[in-house]
């Protein structure tokens, strides 16, 4: 099992930055990869970033140049930087690891509210 711990977001103005960090309970180099989704409202969870172990990252066209994924290989946490966020950001936010083969998990997902 691996444990992932979100913290970050809330309530921010439109054009205003967020950032959502993911803490997990085992070294990143044993995950293969890890992301950022998001679900607003009535709408399926969607990738919003992702990032290999050979740290190659790879973006949703809606926030390519607004948003951008790193990883603390130190502290074992996994970053998203929000910048210029728009009311269609809002959503629940939520970190995934993939983890050997078939292996997967979740954080408990962070509200991010932009206002405009």
């Known amino acids: 099992q691996v444990q992932l711990v979100e913290s970050g977001g809330g309530l921010v103005q439109a054009g205003g930055s967020l950032r959502l960090s993911c803490a997990a309970s085992?070294?990143?180099?044993?995950?293969?990869?890890m992301g950022w989704y998001r679900q607003a409202p009535g709408k399926q969870r969607e990738l919003v970033a992702a990032?290999?172990?050979?740290?190659?990252?790879n973006y949703a066209d809606s926030v390519k140049g607004r948003f951008t994924i790193s990883r603390d290989n130190a502290k074992n946490t996994l970053y998203l930087q929000m910048n210029s966020l728009k009311p269609e950001d809002t959503a629940v936010y939520y970190c995934?690891?993939?983890?050997?083969?078939?292996?997967?998990?979740w954080g408990q997902g962070k509200q991010v509210t932009v206002s405009s």
């Open positions: 990032i290999t172990s050979g740290v190659i990252a």
């Open positions: 995934n690891a993939k983890v050997g083969l078939g292996n997967e998990f």
């Open positions: 085992i070294s990143i180099f044993s995950i293969n990869a």
